[in-house]
């Protein structure tokens, strides 16, 4: 399930490509012999070739680009190059004893009403029902807000005394090229404690693209006073439970709603990963075309298992092993994360 | 307005539109580039509009959908793996561009409400101005498109967004 959130992020995401087209565009048309080369080698296979205009149509482009918009017309698809091949390898054919869980077994926190959360290298993500606006839950360990935010302000959030500043999304490290490189610019953050050692953090998690709007602090403020954040710890539990997996996987990654058997797991294994993902039939999505995946209904559940480094036939051996009897069962007959991997 | 100020104003919001209604940069920039050479024949019509604007987005988004229509068995190749072998630890990236490629795959008029509804924020009667049909059928397009999406569409998620 996505909320219309994400699907709005997306689609600004998606659009900030453009900004970056007109930028190579308009450095391009100061170098026109280069148009046609600039391609970085790892997406040559991408490149599509494209027929020219006449030197006549062409004049009338240059008009209508008022500053280097595109001399290209319609693109012939060339299908000569090839995509590299997908990295599919022999999968173990053993299980691996535990442990392979380095995800938390608990919830840090609930927010109450229809939220979804995601557990993933020792954070949680809280989306809660409103838009725009997201909440990590952290131990105290792993959050420090005199230092993780610039500039911090002491500001009170429900009584509690919390911090203001700017962080990266996510509040990735921006001494990470890798991260920082995706995250777009700082923006406003708001953190306050939330009891038992938990942090909460909460910035807008929108697109940082040239138009992105930060919402003001105050407004955080606000509505971080309006979730009833629950921090004591609810157990986090699977309907199903996984019986055979490729060696050498550990549980990386949970998604879910509070009460909802159907959650998402992530295995990652070095480079190689398989996801989980069971949703009710009534809601099926569209398979991934460029992934290797097995699907299948399951009581009531679309169940879709996707990764990258495995083949087919072991996807399909994942998804034949998923053992769904306890699923409309109690909530308390549920999995736990580490029976439902072990 | 002259035809060189509205390009000079309006190429980036126009491109950044195609983008997301194409999910394919360099298709966009060829379909806005028909579009404004179509508009640039007509312009002394156009420019007299009201808003010249919605009737160039109008045409650039039914270029998309007959650009789609045209080139359905020509697909853009999957994104390679090169930069995705090292799984994104936030999650977002990928979660995001398994959004963008589902919404690719709606049937054009269905991707392009959703686009006009959610991308340029207009309303039910507006997109059927663009698309040439009734706002209750636009209704139809979005229902399904979100459906297909496995959009939240509770009354808890929609009350708060926008």
């Known amino acids: ?342 | 307005m002259n035809f060189e100020t509205y390009v000079t104003q309006s190429r980036r919001p126009l491109l950044r539109y195609a983008v997301v209604l194409t999910n394919d940069p360099e298709l966009a920039e060829d379909v806005l580039q028909e579009v404004l050479l179509r508009a640039a024949q007509r312009w002394q019509k156009i420019g007299r509009l009201d808003e010249p604007h919605a009737y160039v987005r109008r045409m650039l988004t039914n270029e998309v959908t007959s650009w789609r229509r045209k080139w359905s068995r020509v697909e853009a190749r999957p994104d390679p793996e090169l930069d995705r072998v090292v799984h994104d630890p936030t999650g977002v990236v990928d979660r995001r561009d398994t959004i963008l490629r589902e919404l690719s795959r709606l049937p054009a008029r269905q991707r392009a409400a959703l686009v006009l509804r959610y991308f340029e924020d207009l309303s039910d009667e507006q997109i059927a101005g663009v698309l040439g049909c009734r706002a209750t059928t636009v209704r139809i397009y979005i229902h399904r498109a979100m459906k297909t999406l496995r959009v939240d569409t509770t009354a808890a998620a929609l009350q708060v967004v926008r």
Do not use: C
């Open chain 1, 1 to 342: 399930m996505i909320t219309e959130t994400e699907l709005r992020e997306a689609m600004e995401h998606s659009a900030a490509r453009a900004d970056q087209l007109i930028e190579q565009r308009e450095s391009a048309a100061s170098q026109p012999q280069l148009i046609d080369l600039q391609v970085p080698s790892d997406r040559a296979w991408a490149v599509r070739r494209r027929s020219w205009l006449p030197l006549a149509a062409a004049a009338a482009v240059a008009v209508v680009a008022g500053g280097g918009l595109m001399l290209a017309v319609r693109p012939t698809h060339d299908s000569s190059a090839t995509p590299p091949a997908p990295a599919a390898s022999a999968a173990p054919q053993r299980k691996v004893a535990a442990p392979r869980t380095d995800v938390a077994i608990t919830n840090l926190a609930t927010i109450p009403g229809n939220s979804s959360y995601s557990l993933e290298t020792g954070m949680e993500t809280i989306s809660p029902p409103m838009g725009g606006i997201q909440v990590m839950a952290l131990p105290a360990t792993r959050f420090d807000p005199t230092r993780q935010l610039t500039d911090p302000q002491p500001v009170s959030v429900a009584g509690a005394r919390g911090y203001a500043g700017h962080a990266l999304i996510y509040l990735i490290d921006p001494d990470d090229p890798q991260q920082a490189s995706k995250a777009g610019a700082p923006r406003n953050t708001v953190a306050w404690p939330a009891g038992d050692g938990t942090w909460l953090v909460m910035q807008n998690f929108m697109a940082g693209g040239p138009d992105f709007t930060d919402v003001p602090v105050a407004t955080l403020v606000h509505d971080a006073e309006q979730l009833g954040v629950q921090a004591t710890p609810a157990p986090l539990r699977s309907g199903y439970r996984v019986r055979w997996l490729p060696a050498g996987l550990t549980l990386t990654g949970v998604d879910g709603s509070v009460g909802d058997p159907g959650v998402g797991l992530m295995l990652t294994g070095g480079r190689k990963w398989i996801s989980i993902e069971a949703n009710p039939t009534a809601a099926v999505g569209l398979p991934m075309r460029d992934r290797a995946s097995a699907t299948q209904q399951i009581a009531g559940y679309s169940v879709t298992v996707t990764g990258t480094g495995y083949d087919h036939a072991t996807l399909q051996r994942v998804l034949d092993s998923l053992d769904f009897s306890r699923l409309h069962g109690p909530q308390t007959g549920w999995w736990t994360l580490d029976q439902a991997v072990n």
